[in-house]
């Protein structure tokens, strides 16, 4: 049998091809190899405030952007995760076992709720990684695709699965991680110690996956570098190593070939060009997404949801029974 892999997105902001890169250009390369599960996490999206019908229609576009990419629904379900309760209960379940110094360590609460205060963070905010742990444990996930900044959040899955186990009896698969080396961080292009954000205060931060030819071109050429001139691949050069690997991924290159390719030319050379890579990238996926109606997105996650909600129903029941409730 194959193994199963689960990972998802947030549906807020606007996506950029550091979540591309990241994430789902991996997934369309993995579900040939694994029984694949995705989904649009729009419950861990209001653990920061949302307007609703905002949080509505960008819910659409992650699942077209899923599709556009490649994410093949005939090969792995794709769905909504509020569609699924079994996710909140399990979160909650997960909630008793979890240890609060557990959830003060994680770096991504510090950073998220630096941003305004500790004091007006939610308990949402605060908690998610467990209910990250539940939507993995809960479709006994063996490999979960994800970013550099998020292994802390998977470790805390692992744990919580082992000290389940270990007080009920075998019952969740310990999960892994799943990384790219390339693609573990695509960085900010305004700022190559932080990683790219689609909450970034400057547009210049990103590349939008729905942004136009001349905007990419713009935002490239603004991109900062490193002192030199010599396009080389190195980790005393972060801005230009971040733009290499972004090249080398959208053009099926290594980074060797990249600087092979650009040996003796200049940094503007490579910044021109590494636009057109993009923009190359950018237009048929949005032409794909543009042709996908709503209607057809929404009928795909619903048959989706009726595939996983059977396992996620019987995971929960078996849960249940061990803690000790009726069912």
Excluded at 17 to 28: E, T
Excluded at 193 to 217: C, F, G, Q
Excluded at 265 to 277: N, R, W
Aim: glycine share 4%; hydrophobic share 40%.
């Amino acid at each position: 049998m194959k193994k199963r892999i689960f990972s998802g997105i947030q549906p807020s902001g606007n996506l950029h091809i550091g979540n591309y890169l990241g994430a789902i250009q991996n997934w369309v390369k993995l579900q040939k190899e694994y029984d694949s599960i995705f989904c649009v996490v729009d419950m861990h999206a209001i653990t920061v405030p949302q307007e609703p019908e905002t949080l509505r229609r960008r819910t659409i576009e992650i699942a077209k952007i899923y599709l556009a990419a490649g994410i093949d629904p005939k090969k792995c379900s794709i769905f909504i995760q509020s569609h699924i309760c079994e996710h909140a209960e399990l979160g909650w379940i997960l909630n008793t076992i979890t240890k609060i110094p557990e959830l003060e360590k994680m770096t991504q609460f510090k950073d998220k709720s630096a941003k305004d205060s500790r004091e007006s963070a939610s308990a949402g905010l605060f908690d998610y990684p467990v209910l990250m742990a539940a939507d993995i444990v809960l479709y006994d996930t063996q490999l979960v695709p994800v970013g550099k900044d998020q292994k802390q959040h998977i470790e805390l899955a692992r744990t919580l699965a082992q000290r389940f186990n270990h007080k009920f009896g075998e019952t969740f698969v310990i999960p892994e991680a799943y990384t790219k080396k390339e693609s573990e961080n695509i960085m900010g292009l305004d700022d190559p110690t932080k990683k790219m954000s689609k909450s970034a205060k400057s547009e210049y931060n990103y590349i939008a996956l729905n942004d136009d030819a001349e905007t990419v071109r713009k935002k490239i050429k603004k991109a900062v570098t490193d002192s030199g001139s010599e396009v080389v691949y190195q980790e005393d050069k972060p801005a230009l190593k971040n733009l290499i690997n972004i090249y080398s991924l959208l053009a099926d290159k290594t980074p060797k070939e990249v600087e092979k390719l650009f040996a003796g030319k200049k940094y503007s050379d490579f910044k021109t060009e590494l636009a057109e890579v993009i923009i190359k990238f950018l237009a048929p996926f949005q032409k794909k997404i543009g042709e996908l109606s709503d209607e057809k997105v929404l009928a795909i996650m619903e048959d989706g949801a009726k595939k996983v909600r059977p396992l996620a129903k019987k995971k929960l029941e078996e849960v249940k029974k061990k803690i000790g409730f009726i069912v």
